[in-house]
């Protein structure tokens, strides 16, 4: 068993398994056939390797109305189908609200049983019903303008409903169609194209005992003032006895230096160098391995292309040492 762990590492147990062999996955070389390799329980990431932060908000209370109070924010942070669900909704309810106002000016006024009298000046010519109402409606806010439902000069009510739906119209679409600009816009997709390595390892570097890990850009476009940055994660106790759940350490990865500021045309590989000041420094090669400890790394730049400013995140838990 010990040879085992020796060749698999730690990452895996070895357990004992039934001979029928069913569900078994594929034996290694010289692996007894009654043990089996499987991976460990994972442990849960504070941010995964895609970026995702898995910290979740409970307990707010009375705290969500501030939530409304940045309304143009919490639109902008729901998912994609809840954006269109409140833009087609938000549409839909105003444009039939105000389909309804002209049908009730036109009701009051009984221009839908004069409309076909032939000295009559309606309010909106040739509006007969709520369907001829909706479209007069339409034709208007979309400045489509057919010139078959038009306001005549005897509704003075017509008039002022028509400048107060030239106005709403102009929020509702500043409001909606820049949310959905800046949901858009946002430069998610482009962190998608900033790859980091699978495993951070530490070995000798010049002589020093150093943390290295890999970042790589996948598009020509390069990134404008990247920087990278490491925080470690991790409990602590204080002096005098408080508890820190998620204690962060910032790890030194080249800012005396500039080695932190990066120019990314080829993978580079970033290093943290194991000296006293570090917070690896009395660790052992056991330690790391069982320590609970997380380390996010954090890189940001602007885009050449677009000059947006995407930041990408990764995380990585367990050291390898080489």
């Not at 039934?18 to 390799?37: K, R």
């Not at 143009?72 to 039939?96: C, E, G, M, P, S």
């Not at 070995?203 to 996948?218: A, E, H, P, W, Y």
């Not at 009395?282 to 602007?302: K, N, Y």
């Amino acid at each position: 068993m010990s040879a085992l762990r020796r060749k698999f590492g730690d990452d895996y147990q070895v357990v004992t398994t039934s001979s029928s062999g069913s569900g078994l996955q594929p034996q290694g070389p010289g692996q007894d056939p009654q043990q089996q390799l499987v991976p460990k329980k994972k442990r849960q990431r504070f941010v995964d390797k895609n970026g995702r932060c898995n910290v979740q908000h409970g307990n707010l209370g009375s705290e969500t109305s501030r939530y409304l109070s940045d309304l143009f924010t919490t639109l902008v942070d729901l998912k994609w189908r809840w954006n269109l669900f409140i833009f087609i909704l938000t549409y839909t309810v105003a444009w039939l609200f105000m389909a309804s106002m002209w049908w009730v000016i036109a009701y009051t006024r009984g221009d839908l049983n004069k409309a076909h009298v032939g000295n009559y000046t309606p309010c909106v010519a040739n509006v007969y019903n709520f369907p001829s109402a909706f479209l007069f409606f339409i034709e208007t806010e979309a400045t489509i303008g057919y010139g078959y439902r038009y306001i005549t000069d005897k509704c003075p009510e017509g008039i002022i409903l028509f400048l107060f739906q030239s106005i709403l119209g102009s929020i509702v679409d500043a409001f909606l169609i820049g949310c959905m600009f800046i949901k858009m816009s946002q430069p998610k997709k482009r962190a998608e194209t900033l790859m980091f390595s699978e495993h951070a390892v530490i070995s000798m570097r010049d002589g020093k005992l150093t943390l290295m890990f890999r970042v790589g850009n996948l598009r020509n476009s390069h990134m404008v003032s990247a920087q990278i940055r490491c925080k470690l994660l991790k409990s602590r106790q204080t002096p005098e006895g408080e508890f820190l759940p998620l204690d962060q350490l910032e790890l030194d990865v080249g800012f005396s230096t500039g080695a932190d500021q990066l120019f990314l045309v080829s993978p580079l590989t970033i290093c943290h160098v194991i000296d006293a000041k570090s917070p690896f420094y009395d660790l052992s090669q056991r330690s790391m391995q069982t320590e609970q400890f997380e380390i996010v790394v954090i890189l940001e730049g602007i885009v050449e292309t677009t000059g947006l400013f995407p930041g990408h995140w990764s995380d990585y838990l367990i050291l390898y040492s080489c």
